[in-house]
């Protein structure tokens, strides 16, 4: 029986939507609770003082970021440092590379299916985001393909759609990972819907 629940520390509103609708899929049953910010400077300056007051027993973090082009390694040592710092060393902390949208071009299947467009799983796609963390910017390249993209719609249907075994995000599947890691160390024990 799992004690407590996963508190998500998000930088935006369209990863709340994503995670709300994907999790349950993923992890049915598993307790969490999502608390997004509006952007990276929000959340960043919002970490210490939530940990620090956070009263509720048995609640785990896991913040997510994206890392828009920043030195991945420095900065998820940073805030490493600063969930010991705040009282809290047992935070799991994620880094999307670059954006969130390289998790939707890491499953073209999905985005097809969200889309209602099949040219979107075409091997000529699949060959161009074959490694979709290495977009600069993947939101640029959805807007581009997906011409009525849009942030929280967007996010939205593809949390119906998005499957664990066939994206090619690795930061997606360390994501993934990560919290089903977590979620068994507070004694939840997952079954793989996805």
Not at 42 to 55: F, G, N, Q, T, Y
Not at 62 to 69: A, G, K, P, S, T
Not at 105 to 115: K, N, P, R, S, V
Request: net charge positive; aromatic share 8%.
């Amino acid at each position: 029986m799992m004690q407590g629940k996963i508190v998500f520390l998000l930088e935006e509103p369209s990863m709340k939507i994503l995670l709300e609708g994907m999790l349950p899929r993923f992890f049915p049953g598993m307790p969490f609770q999502c608390v997004p910010h509006q952007g990276k400077s929000e959340l960043d300056v919002s970490i210490p003082r939530k940990l620090k007051s956070w009263r509720i027993p048995g609640d785990r973090f896991v913040i997510v970021r994206d890392n828009d082009n920043a030195d991945c390694v420095n900065l998820k040592a940073r805030f490493v440092r600063l969930c010991a710092d705040s009282g809290r060393p047992d935070t799991l902390v994620r880094l999307v590379c670059q954006e969130l949208e390289s998790w939707y071009i890491g499953d073209l299947t999905a985005l097809a299916q969200a889309f209602n467009n099949p040219k979107l799983d075409s091997p000529a796609l699949r060959k161009r985001y074959g490694n979709p963390d290495s977009w600069q910017k993947p939101s640029a390249e959805l807007a581009r393909i997906v011409p009525t993209f849009q942030k929280n719609g967007a996010a939205r249907e593809m949390a119906l759609n998005l499957a664990e075994e066939r994206n090619r995000s690795q930061s997606f599947q360390v994501f993934i990972s990560g919290v089903r890691r977590v979620a068994e160390s507070m004694g939840f024990q997952p079954i793989n819907q996805t």
